[in-house]
């Protein structure tokens, strides 16, 4: 495959926009599960996809806030990778690079890339569920425990349940952040998509758009995925282990 990365790293250090798309799979050398790998204890019995919605927090808020207070707790504990270093590296050799995310954690923002664009929100971005959606500081909660309920805490501004700053199943993106990804893979010259499984809609669109537009789009995922489809290249390896090799030197 090393004749695969060089001509993927050919192709970054030729480019002069780049977006670098990533998923669960960027943080997983990190330690922080996958979105599907987290469900333990008193969630195990649910699909993350059912968990992660409007319903399951309003039928049991202790449930949901608990699974998120865990997962960011986490996330807290976890390090940026070398894959994360990498993209902190890849923006400051390509002035035209745009980090796009799914994730929740914080991993890229503290290896040093500086605004990554959370299509999926963040764990870190509380806030309440009233009129005024309040951005909502963390309770001294006492650490979270695998699979235990917890009680979201109330809005001081308004006293409604704080809610996780996540998109859940069924809502709608943060339409700038969607309408900035989308124009960032419709005009760049190489999408780099890393460690998603791309079937999360609609933000699996964005390499598909990348493809439409003619950029290469560069696939780093050890298992194959609905994206090899409209990849140029498909590296098949690890975030941490792909992503140094491909940073213009
Ligand atoms: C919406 C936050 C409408 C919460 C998440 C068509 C169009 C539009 C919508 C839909 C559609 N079809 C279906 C839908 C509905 C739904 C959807 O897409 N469902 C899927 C299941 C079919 N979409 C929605 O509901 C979206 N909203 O459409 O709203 C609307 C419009 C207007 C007004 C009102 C409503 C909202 C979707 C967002 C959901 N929230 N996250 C939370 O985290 O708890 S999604 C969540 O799952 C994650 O954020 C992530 O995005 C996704 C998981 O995907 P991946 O990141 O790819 O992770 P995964 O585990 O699947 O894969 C990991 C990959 O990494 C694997 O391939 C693995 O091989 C690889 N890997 C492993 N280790 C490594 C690695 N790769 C590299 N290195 C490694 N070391």
Redesign the pocket.
Same mark, same amino acid.
């Given at each position: 495959m090393t004749g695969a990365i060089e001509a993927a790293a050919a192709l970054v250090a030729g480019a002069h926009s780049v977006v670098v798309f990533t !998923?669960? !799979?960027?943080s +997983?050398?990190s330690g922080v599960p996958?979105?599907?790998d987290d469900l333990t204890g008193l969630w195990a019995r649910f699909d993350a #996809?059912r968990l +992660?919605t409007p319903e399951a927090f309003h039928a049991d808020p202790d449930l949901v806030w608990g699974w998120y207070e865990w997962r960011r707790s986490r996330a807290r504990r976890a390090e940026p990778n070398a894959g994360h270093r990498a993209v902190a590296a890849l923006e400051a050799a390509v002035p035209g690079t745009t980090v796009v995310t799914? =994730?929740?954690d914080d991993l890229h923002e503290r290896a040093g890339s500086a605004a990554p664009n959370h299509l999926? $929100?963040s764990l870190f971005a509380p806030r309440c569920i009233g009129a005024g959606a309040h951005p909502a500081v963390f309770p001294d909660a006492e650490e979270p425990q695998e699979g235990r309920r917890l009680a979201p805490p109330r809005c001081d501004a308004c006293g409604a349940l704080v809610r996780p700053g &996540? &998109?859940?199943? !069924? #809502?709608?993106?943060p339409e700038e952040a969607l309408r900035a990804a989308v124009a960032a893979a419709a005009s760049c010259d190489v999408l780099l998509t890393? $460690?998603?499984? !791309?079937? &999360?809609?609609?933000?699996a669109e964005i390499p598909r758009i990348a493809a439409r537009a003619g950029a290469a789009v560069v696939q &780093? =995922?050890?298992?194959p995925?609905p994206l090899d489809a409209v990849s140029t290249l498909n590296l098949r390896g690890? +975030?941490?282990t792909i992503l140094p090799a491909l940073v213009p030197v």
């Open positions: !998923g669960a !799979g960027m +997983a050398e996958t979105f599907r #996809e +992660a799914q =994730n929740v999926h $929100g &996540v &998109v859940w199943f !069924g #809502e709608a993106l890393v $460690g998603t499984s !791309g079937v &999360v809609y609609p933000a &780093v =995922n050890p298992d995925t690890t +975030a941490a």
